[in-house]
């Protein structure tokens, strides 16, 4: 079979969400379709899958994906003919420590406000559920009744089906070699059987997405890791219809299959596999048996379930999958490309999201947004940072171990830190400062008051930091603090048509007179808030834009998408600037004692954006506030930072630095909005 000589959208990829994101762009979208896989349809990850298929996930937006799957799963084969081994089953999740157990009443109140039934049952009624289980050790588990199971391949091939009915064209054996370009922008796909112009690439390549994309410049965090389960003989007294199992607290699953169980779980030592790039064809390989890392999940099964001390093990399966850095999949436009779609890294949950993820992502690609708040997932969550394959390597890891842990507030992750700090870094440090992540810079969450250990104890209530924190509070509120917000992105836009261009992109007015600051929101087509940022004029064609740390890429990415061909220049302007927000009713006194320039409200009110000298230093000082009170933002070159701070400090012996939790319950109380959690895409 010859490859056509070009096409509009060229699939890469032929696993579940290959085959699904064709299937939704000619079934939806009437699109010219061409799918190449390398190997064979599924012989990726997706064969070895184990084809568990839950809905339920932190984000409304996510969990309507997955619900949108099962959907899909119990109506394809009538469309296709083709069965997809969908079994609703339900599913439990067990737990055995109140921890976990308030976890999952968090998670029935989600559920319900998401639309989802689920039920919180004792151990008696898991007995009578699950007569095979022990459950002694249990407190109770949680019951989702839509959930179920499937079989990977089936549905995989039902959707290749699904594909061609509605006209795609599938391309078996035919490897992606290279991409030639225009700029940023791909015009053809190069193969081992021929080149191919399109319009758009989408790539699906799961494991190998990464080296796909890098033939185009674009980072795809994403590790591939070591993943086991086996499949027993036949149990007897085990039902057709059990209910597949998660049992996070002994780190297992457990699913029903011809008369025997499927069951695997997620170590808190996995193993990785290459950093480098997948060895050629990988097709339907798996790794040898390993039982000596196996034995920590056999151990914990037969402890559960007493039967498989009894049966036999019919296989093995030790495969690759692609996991994330954050343990959530990736989609969306890749930042370094304008044409180029991902789809990738599933944190073995591929199966359950891949129906999902192929709707949103088609239509992601027709229309250039994504349909729905996809935050979670959007592959612009990522930075430069990205690109060092051993940092992602070490964070996939612990993200993995973190598979079934329980889901602390606030908790952060310890491995690849510290990785980007601000030049107040140790004298934060010395203060007693516990320090957070966000995108690869430490930010100090929180100080330790004297006699108080400099570090967070995760719990289900209140943690340690509760009341220093509100200390922190109260001193902003009654006096003032200082907040190192360094880790902010910032943008410079200059050029004649620059002001022409903020018009048009920003929903509030922000060509103002110069020295005049704005908050604004940049808008979708449905209305739905994008991004959440201040603009600053700082003269007639030179803007300064500030947004929020881990919002970076996206942020830069929209503002960059929407720009005129000419006219303007748009660089980022991050690691140039150090920020100091001085905040609190007694920020103007402070800010007097530093400076010699007039910071009265008549020379700088509110929403004002000026230049002026702290400590000798030239500061950009922004008048605006995200905790309610009198303050300024302090933009510093990041060298002098150093030297603003101590200058401020020496200034007030009652001033201290506050923390980033303060800093959110300030803005909490003050009823200010925050981007991703209280205004989304979503939101209008």
């Known amino acids: 079979m010859t490859l056509p000589a070009q096409a509009q959208i060229i699939v890469i990829g032929g696993g579940i969400i290959g085959c699904s994101t064709a299937y939704h762009l000619a079934r939806d979208h009437k699109a010219d379709v061409l799918l190449l896989e390398q190997g064979k349809i599924t012989s990726g990850s997706t064969w070895h899958a184990a084809g568990l298929v839950g809905q339920l996930r932190s984000s409304a937006s996510i969990t309507k994906v997955l619900k949108y799957s099962v959907d899909l799963y119990k109506g394809l084969a009538a469309e296709t003919g083709l069965d997809t081994g969908w079994k609703m089953t339900g599913c439990l999740r067990l737990a055995t420590t109140p921890d976990r157990w308030t976890e999952f009443k968090r998670l029935a109140t989600t559920a319900k406000s998401f639309g989802m039934e689920m039920d919180l049952i004792g151990p008696d009624e898991v007995k009578r559920m699950w007569p095979l289980m022990d459950t002694s050790d249990l407190i109770g588990a949680s019951w989702l009744p839509t959930d179920g199971q499937a079989s990977p391949s089936d549905i995989t091939q039902s959707l290749a089906k699904g594909a061609r009915m509605h006209g795609v064209r599938i391309q078996e054996g035919v490897t992606v070699t290279g991409f030639r370009m225009e700029g940023r922008r791909i015009t053809h796909v190069e193969t081992t059987q021929g080149v191919i112009a399109c319009e758009k690439v989408v790539n699906c390549g799961g494991m190998w997405a990464r080296q796909i994309g890098a033939m185009a410049g674009v980072a795809v965090p994403l590790h591939p890791v070591k993943h086991q389960y086996i499949v027993t003989e036949k149990i007897p007294g085990l039902a057709t219809d059990a209910a597949t199992l998660r049992d996070p607290d002994r780190r297992t699953y457990f699913k029903e ?106 239509d992601w690609v027709m229309n250039d947004e994504a349909p729905l708040d996809l935050w979670a997932v959007d592959i612009r969550r990522f930075s430069t940072l990205h690109r060092d394959r051993d940092w992602v390597a070490e964070r996939t890891l612990e993200a993995y171990g973190k598979h079934y842990t329980v889901a602390f507030p606030h908790e952060e992750y310890t491995s690849g830190r510290p990785r980007i700090v601000s030049p107040l870094y140790d004298r934060l440090k010395a203060k007693g400062a516990v320090f957070g992540s966000k995108l690869g810079w430490e930010r100090p969450n929180w100080f330790a008051p004297a006699g108080v250990e400099a570090k967070d104890i995760y719990s289900m209530g209140r943690q340690n930091w509760f009341d ?213 895409p979503n939101d209008t």
């Open 257 to 362: 299959e011809v008369g025997g169980l499927v069951m695997g779980g997620y170590e808190p030592n996995p193993q990785g596999w290459v950093t480098g790039d997948i060895p050629e064809n990988w097709e339907f390989r798996l790794f040898d048996d390993d039982y000596d890392h196996f034995g920590q999940h056999l151990e914990q099964a037969i402890a559960r379930v007493p039967a498989l001390a009894e049966v036999g093990v019919k296989q093995m399966i030790n495969g690759a999958e692609s996991f994330t850095p954050d343990g959530n999949f990736i989609l969306g436009p890749a930042p370094e490309c304008a044409n180029m779609y991902v789809g990738a890294g599933f944190n073995a949950f591929g199966i359950a999201s891949g129906g999902g993820a192929g709707w949103v992502l088609a």
């Open 468 to 680: 220093a924190v509100g200390e922190e509070h109260a001193h902003v509120r009654a006096h003032a603090g200082l907040f190192d917000q360094s880790s902010f992105a910032k943008y410079e836009l200059s050029g004649p048509k620059a002001a022409e261009a903020l018009e048009a992109i920003c929903a509030n007015r922000v060509a103002r007179e110069v020295g005049r600051l704005t908050y604004t929101q940049l808008l979708n087509s449905r209305g739905g808030i994008e991004a959440d940022l201040t603009v600053a004029r700082l003269s007639e064609d030179h803007f300064y834009i500030v947004t929020g740390t881990g919002f970076r890429t996206h942020d830069y990415g929209w503002i960059a998408d929407h720009l005129p061909a000419d006219g303007v220049t748009f660089r980022d302007v991050t690691e140039d600037w150090g920020t100091l927000s001085l905040m609190g009713p007694r920020a103007r006194d402070i800010l007097a004692r530093g400076t010699q320039a007039d910071v009265s409200n008549a020379a700088l009110p509110f929403g004002s954006a000026r230049e002026i000298e702290i400590a000798r230093v030239p500061t950009r000082a922004l008048r605006v506030t995200y905790v309610g009170e009198l303050g300024w933002e302090l933009h510093i070159p990041i060298a002098d930072l150093g030297t603003v701070y101590d200058a401020l400090i020496a200034a007030d012996t009652d001033l201290r630095p506050v923390g980033y939790r303060a800093l959110e319950s300030l803005r909490l109380e003050k009823g200010y909005r925050a981007w991703s959690s209280d205004i989304t």
